[in-house]
């Protein structure tokens, strides 16, 4: 009996754990998305950081949501081609949500969309 409350009791503590987990990167992501939503600037630099580790190969294509891109846009007149030296082809996407990205080179695809990051990091804290 006890060994058997002992297991319940852990596998109750795993699932409260796992709860408040999702919970949390839940927040998170809302939390990120409200700040990239309140400052289209931060998407710019988050695509430039991104695009300055790709090899120079190939110009990259950026996709984006057509709101944000129209936003940046707008902020000022070198935020959507600040990324790099080379040329950015940037692509309004609908499929894309607010706040993140997708850049695609010839050789990887790098996914920054907000469910995609926060989905990764619920699966390494799961596996850690």
């Known amino acids: 009996m006890a060994r058997a409350t002992a297991e319940a ?5 795993g699932e409260i754990e796992q709860t408040v987990t999702v919970l949390a990167l839940a927040i998170a992501q809302r939390m990120v998305a409200r700040e990239l939503q309140t400052d289209p600037t931060e998407v710019a630099e988050l695509v430039r950081r991104t ?4 090899p120079p190969s190939a110009p990259p294509t950026v996709r984006i949501n057509p709101e944000d891109l129209a936003a940046l846009e707008n902020a000022a007149p070198s935020a959507a081609d600040s990324s790099r030296t080379v040329d950015v082809e940037w692509v309004g ?3 894309i949500e607010s706040g993140g990205f997708v850049v695609e080179t010839p050789q990887r695809v790098l996914d920054a969309r907000l469910t995609s990051v926060f989905r990764d990091l619920y699966e390494r804290l799961r596996d850690a």
């Open 9 to 13: 009791r852990d596998a109750l503590a």
């Open 51 to 54: 695009v300055a580790t790709l």
């Open 93 to 95: 996407d609908p499929s």
